[in-house]
């Protein structure tokens, strides 16, 4: 009995030892065959079709031995007869075995699915993370890692892999400029401040050359604390939208032929310029310096304005020679420069500076082989002094300059004289615009007269009353106001108005009338529109057209284009005669005084008022000489004594125009009814009377004074 026991003991443990190692055999063997069948048949297949299909089989061939035949196929019988065991009945231990198998081959099966899961997530993410154009970027914040696309490289300017690897060394391609930016964004981050970020930097591409990214980021993931441990983000190439906003920031403050800065770069930086001159201890003084080419619409017209854009280069080259690193260079526009000096404790220290420059426009300038000469003037004011604000130093500085132009080529600081003078003449350019709109011009005529004593024009001379002061201005202070304004031409426009108005009613009169001369300005006579307002205005008025001379100034000369030349003869077709005034005085081409569609010419009153002096005798024979070998009538302006009118007849001079025949007066007082007889001037002088415009007759046209 006690040996039946002990076997039966035996027979257990070894049955519990064998059922272990059976369950432990066929756990492994059952994973094996899973793990293997995984790929090809999948999980379902793999946990359904493999071991508990088995357990299946076994158990139905057990319970109800129609599949017992079948037994064999499990891998724990064969198990069993290996050992030396026959088929045992269903026990515990053998389904607690199999409950084992089968738990382990879920739990296997889950496990496996979520690694599969995972494996084809992480590829297409690599799929698409090697594929997009952006540049995807990843930084593990733990150890302080970057990953970086592809389509990153591309855009930050890298030919392949391997230049970023860790935050220094993205740091370390950083600009400057950018790079405290960037770290105190990337800290915010870091510091979870605030989930998300976007800034612009440079980085230094692999070529050397910087390059613009703008860059979002944001917090993907964080620890069991809160903190931030992985942050990703795309950054994108932005650096030709960056150049073009460059080149629009350029071109609004810089001059696009000089590349300097223009006038709206100027009032910004003087704001700078004087807030650090006011933060000085020591040097608070700064010069302003306006600086303007001379004769440049000279050069413009006579060369043409490609060589005048290049001299403006030429110009702007040889200034910033001049200057110092200290100082600073505008161009404000035209042929106007601006120089800010600092460092200038005294006046001569601003003087030096332009002596310098005007000296330096002593040289030529080559220009597409043309060597060209042109002068400098300088108006000065000096910071706190004369302003201190960009406006009213600019403005000063101006006033300075319009006082240097008159003599060129010189300098003149701001003074208070200056900027009476300055006070005045804006005074008279605010009333010439309130009477240009009220049309309280008026006109004088002075005669032209013929050796014979006849009448042969009047010219028509405006006159001026201001409506503030009731003081008569004379034409010397107001029409160079007038030329440097533009305001010439509206007045240019009502004076001839006024004048053919005249001349049609006197025409119409019944009374001979003259010729009127009209004087013209060269801005009127370059104003396209000017030859069509004549057309209109002798229609309109109704004066006769062979009745009108305009008179043109020699400057007209200086800014002669074939377009004038056209103009002119255009005039003439009208039937409109052209005089040529002041000559003598200006630079006449001999080229275009052959071609110049004129009918007469006039000796200025320089020449005449010398008379009977010998050089001034050869210089008006000269003329006269000129003018008859060109075919063009002759007249003598400015005769104020006998001697000077002697003088001309003896030469062979037949026209006169001057103080000493008689003063410009009104129409009204000019035309007078004749008296019966008159002496000639021809061997007579006119008396004192005469010459106040109330005593002279004339013959042959029955208008007398």
């Not at 592809?150 to 400057?176: E, V």
């Not at 008025?541 to 020699?554: C, D, S, W």
Request: contains cysteine; hydrophobic residues 45%; glycine residues 8%.
């Amino acid at each position: 009995m006690t040996n039946i026991k002990i076997r039966l003991i035996h027979s257990a443990r070894s049955e519990t030892l064998t059922a272990a190692l059976v369950a432990v055999a066929a756990f492994a063997l059952y994973a094996a065959a899973f793990i293997l069948s995984f790929p090809y048949f999948g999980r379902v297949v793999g946990i359904l079709a493999i071991f508990p299909v088995f357990v299946l089989i076994r158990s139905a061939g057990l319970a109800g031995g129609t599949f017992g035949g079948l037994a064999v196929f499990p891998i724990d019988t064969a198990l069993y007869a290996a050992l030396g065991y026959g088929d045992p009945f269903l026990s515990p231990t053998r389904l607690a075995s199999w409950g084992i198998v089968m738990g382990f081959g879920l739990l296997f099966g889950f496990i496996e699915e979520m690694e599969c899961v995972r494996r084809r997530q992480e590829r297409a993410f690599t799929r698409a993370f090697q594929a997009v154009e952006e540049g995807i970027w990843d930084v593990d914040l733990r150890r302080d890692l970057v990953s970086v696309s592809p389509g990153w490289y591309r855009t930050a300017g890298y030919s392949g892999p391997g230049a970023i690897a860790t935050m220094n060394d993205l740091k370390a391609r950083l600009h400057p400029e950018e790079t405290e930016l960037v770290e105190d964004e990337i800290e915010r981050l870091r510091d979870g401040v605030t989930e998300s970020a976007s800034f612009e930097y440079r980085l230094r591409g692999e070529d050397g050359r910087w390059r613009w990214l703008h860059t979002k980021g944001r917090i993907a993931a964080k620890d069991r604390t809160g903190k931030p441990t992985r942050l990703v983000g795309v950054s994108c190439d932005m650096t030709e939208r960056k150049n073009h906003e460059e080149l629009l920031v350029f071109q609004a403050y810089h001059d696009q032929l000089t590349r300097l800065p223009n006038r709206k770069a100027f009032f910004e930086r003087a704001v700078e310029i004087l807030a650090a001159a006011e933060r000085s201890l020591h040097e608070r003084t700064r010069s302003f310096v306006i600086l303007d080419i001379d004769n440049f619409k000279h050069v413009n017209d006579s060369l043409g304005h490609r060589v005048g854009d290049l001299l403006l280069r030429a110009v702007a080259e040889r200034l910033q020679r001049l200057v110092r690193r200290s100082d600073f260079i505008f161009h404000l526009g035209s042929n106007s420069f601006m120089t800010v000096l600092s460092h200038t404790t005294i006046d001569t220290d601003a003087a030096l500076f332009v002596e310098k420059v005007i000296a330096s426009f002593a040289e030529a300038f080559n220009v597409e082989g043309f060597q060209v000469y042109v002068g400098i003037s300088a108006g000065i004011t000096i910071y706190p002094r004369d302003g201190t604000d960009p406006l009213t130093l600019i403005r000063n500085a101006e006033s300075a300059l319009y006082e240097a132009k008159h003599d060129r080529n010189t300098y003149r600081f701001y003074s208070a004289d200056i900027q009476a003078k300055a006070s005045v003449r804006l005074g008279l350019l605010s009333n010439l615009r309130k009477t240009i709109d009220s049309g309280g011009f008026t006109l004088e005529y002075q005669k032209i007269m013929n050796l014979d004593g006849s009448v042969e024009s009047l010219e028509a001379l405006i006159r001026w009353t201001r409506g503030d002061t009731g003081e008569a201005v004379p034409p010397m202070d107001f029409i160079p106001i007038a030329e440097e304004s533009g305001l010439i031409i509206p007045i240019g426009h009502q004076v001839m108005d006024m004048a053919l108005a005249d001349l049609a009613r006197l025409a119409a009169s019944g009374v001979g009338a003259p010729v009127f001369a009209v004087n013209v300005s060269a801005k009127q006579i370059r104003d396209r529109t000017f030859t069509a307002f004549l057309r209109a205005a002798l229609e309109r008025t109704g004066a006769p057209a062979r009745l009108l001379r305009v008179e043109i100034t020699e400057s007209c000369l200086l800014e002669m284009t074939d377009e004038v030349l056209t103009r002119l003869r255009s005039i003439r077709e009208l039937g409109v005669s052209v005089s040529l005034d002041d000559f003598g005085t200006g630079y006449s081409s001999l080229a275009y005084l052959r071609e110049l569609p004129i009918d007469e010419m006039k000796i200025d009153r320089l020449f005449v008022s010398d008379l009977p002096d010998g050089k001034a005798e050869a210089i008006v024979m000269a003329i006269m000489d000129l003018a008859r070998g060109l075919g063009k009538r002759v007249v003598a302006e400015g005769v104020a004594t006998a001697e000077a009118f002697d003088c001309l007849v003896k030469l062979g001079c037949d026209r006169f125009q001057g103080e000493y025949f008689s003063a410009p007066a009104p129409l009204s007082e000019i035309i007078k009814p004749a008296p019966p007889a008159g002496p000639e001037i021809a061997g007579h002088a006119a008396t004192e009377t005469d010459r106040e415009g109330s005593g002279e007759s004339g013959r042959g046209n029955g208008i007398g004074a």
